[in-house]
């Protein structure tokens, strides 16, 4: 399935800037993805046809709606005034539809009659607004992180009211649902899990009926509250028996999909097998009933078919369908900073976006460029690759997931057998903090923070072959495991306080140990005091030492005398992700704008080029070229 792939040719400027005999040269902005995270149908004003509308995130040239006509297969982007993406799309009165962003806690408002975004509203000190209902003051509500807030934007003046945390410490108030009498029904975590009901009437928040508690999400249906298979009527919400067809009993569980479901059409999920109902019909209709494999319904026309998004494709069910038929996204993509940079041996450069869970790779002789598909079914993104034996191995957040992916051979992902599923460390494990590395044993080493809502890390030895993964729980205490690196006889660790939806762990500090690969034992820990994390780790194998950084700190690490070097203290800051180490005795990285090289045996440090901005992370080639990555554009550094 080589479509799934984008292929493009990439001329960029030549030569940078030079420093010390080093050679700057531009790559281009390699790494293209969508990542959409919200869709609906609306009908194009002019014409009348449907239009399925996604929001799609860009961290650089910022957030989108993608409006794509299926029946013609064409698209068309438009961009946002603010925001990196949206969670938060919904349709309102007006010929409006409204968007509530993630890194600024925008409300948007885009016209449907002139095709553009015509207000942004902010609110003040959040900076994500996950998803929009509107209330019985005919306000619309979004709730918020950090601050765990309800907002009301007013649709007249298109001013936003704080409507307050009603659930401290909780960070995320995650979703907002509507109710059938105007009220809002609000769900807030991760620390203390609770839900709340927010009266606009009084803009008081009061305590859910006991027969709602531990109800996350609803929606209203025809003057009834929806949520899960349970159905309520009245403010006092009285559970009652459903008014439509449901699913067969001997089938298992059955929920309403929040998504899909309109006033004149109801969505019914059971396991993979999706269901409509219309009112006054005596039975289902069965809509398809199959595996979509990562695969997100999203909305559905007025023929009451079903639209959806599978990473870098878009899908089309309607009733009776038995394959999933995937259509690439008939858009362009703007460029993506790239979250990590590796670099094969065989000439290739490697690497991916923030969210969007796909891979690019660059031939570097010829800078011709392939970005592929997602590389396995869970959402997220890859963290971080390794190589062995000509075959490419990631590491992802969130399903924690490790992948497989031979780049001389056809992609087959959909079959599982280019990329092909190695091994998954989670759900327990889920967000690859500590990167991947190949041991000099054939393993991979991956280090990996723990699931939402746990504090916790753990180093996962997998062997690749057989896909046997063997994990070291929490090896330095209940701390995200931030770096790893290993050789013949050692595994080194490095720790952070950081977690999946909770604050910063208090009352410690980050470590680094060493630990013996054949007991898998620590035979040497340090604390750094009061620092938040210990990562980059990088072995070198000419000296055997470690570098790392310590909030920024250089260290470098002896295993021999199990001491730290004090003149690598004195070097600039590491502001990179990475510290590359090929092996010759020296080691790179990045602070600020610097490429700064380290002398491994003497701690003494230099610059070897300047990059035109911040760079966020590098990689080297087994040959010594230098590549580093400044936002989108990424540069090879030769001598």
């Not at 839900?195 to 606009?200: C, S």
């Not at 803009?203 to 159905?231: D, N």
């Not at 009285?238 to 109801?266: C, H, I, M, N, Q």
């Not at 909305?299 to 599978?310: K, L, M, P, Q």
């Amino acid at each position: 399935m080589l479509g799934a792939c984008a292929l493009a040719l990439l001329t960029m400027p030549d030569v940078v800037r030079a420093q010390e005999g080093r050679r700057v040269e531009s790559l281009g902005t390699p790494c293209r993805a969508f990542q959409v995270l919200a869709g609906r149908m609306v009908t194009d004003r002019t014409t009348g046809r449907e239009l399925f509308v996604l929001t799609n995130m860009n961290e650089m040239s910022g957030a989108e709606l993608i409006f794509i006509d299926p029946a013609a297969n064409t698209g068309r982007s438009y961009r946002a005034p603010k925001g990196a993406g949206s969670w938060a799309l919904k349709e309102i009165a007006g010929d409006r539809l409204a968007v509530g962003t993630f890194y600024d806690g925008q409300f948007m408002i885009f016209d449907l009659r002139q095709m553009k975004f015509v207000r942004s509203v902010g609110f003040p000190g959040e900076e994500y607004i996950w998803n929009l209902a509107m209330g019985g003051d005919g306000r619309l509500y979004g709730g918020t992180y950090p601050g765990g807030k309800l907002g009301a934007l007013n649709l007249d003046t298109y001013t936003v009211e704080d409507c307050g945390a009603p659930a401290p410490p909780n960070l995320y108030l995650r979703y907002v649902s509507p109710t059938p009498d105007g009220r809002i029904l609000c769900s807030l975590g991760t620390e203390k899990p609770t839900t709340r009901l927010y009266d606009p009437s009084t803009k008081r928040f009061e305590a859910v009926p006991e027969t709602l508690e531990g109800v996350m999400m609803g929606m209203v249906w025809q003057g009834y509250f929806l949520a899960g298979s349970s159905v309520f009527q009245g403010r006092e919400f009285a559970r009652v028996p459903p008014p439509f067809p449901t699913p067969p009993a001997e089938k298992g569980d059955w929920s309403a999909d929040l998504y899909l479901t309109t006033e004149d059409a109801l969505f019914l999920r059971q396991g993979n097998a999706l269901y409509r109902y219309r009112k006054g019909e005596k039975t289902l209709t069965l809509i398809a009933d199959m595996d979509l494999r990562g695969g997100w319904c999203l909305a559905s026309n007025r023929r009451g078919e079903v639209f959806g998004v599978r990473g870098q494709d878009y899908f089309h069910l309607k009733p009776g369908d038995r394959t999933l038929k995937l259509r690439p996204i008939p858009v362009e993509t703007a460029p993506r900073p790239t979250l990590f940079l590796k670099a094969d041996a065989q000439g290739r450069l490697w690497g991916g976006p923030s969210f969007g869970q796909t891979l690019f790779w660059m031939d570097t002789r010829t800078k011709k460029t392939v970005n592929t598909g997602g590389v396995c079914d869970a959402g997220g993104e890859v963290y971080d690759v390794t190589f062995l034996n000509g075959k490419t191995y990631a590491a992802s957040y969130a399903g924690g997931d490790i992948t497989e992916y031979d780049p001389t051979k056809p992609w087959d992902q959909w079959n599982l057998k280019n990329p092909r599923p190695v091994a998954k460390v989670g759900p327990d494990y889920i967000r690859p903090t500590g990167g991947i590395v190949t041991g000099p044993d054939g393993r991979l080493y991956s280090g990996w923070m723990a699931q939402y809502g746990r504090y916790g890390g753990a180093v996962a030895i997998t062997d690749p072959a057989t896909g046997r993964t063997d994990l070291i729980v929490n090896p330095l205490g209940e701390q995200a495991v931030e770096g790893v690196a290993v050789d013949a006889r050692h595994l080194y660790v490095g720790t952070s306080l950081s977690a999946n939806g909770l604050p910063a762990k208090r009352g410690e500090s980050a470590k680094f140990g060493v630990f013996d690969l054949a007991a898998r034992q620590p035979v040497f820990t340090r604390e750094f005091p009061g620092a938040g994390g210990v990562r980059a780790l990088a072995h070198d194998a000419k000296t055997g030492r470690v570098a790392m950084a310590a909030d920024g700190v250089l260290r470098l690490f002896d295993v021999e005398t199990r001491s730290f070097l004090p003149a690598a203290e004195r070097a600039p800051r590491v502001s990179s992700r990475v510290i590359v180490a090929p092996g010759d005795g020296k080691a790179y990285y990045g602070s600020d704008r610097s490429v700064i090289v380290v002398d491994m045996q003497s701690g003494e440090t230099a610059t070897v080029a300047e990059l035109p901005a911040r760079l966020s992370t590098l990689a080297v080639a087994p040959d010594g070229t230098l590549y580093a990555a400044c936002g989108a554009e990424v540069f090879r550094i030769t001598r």
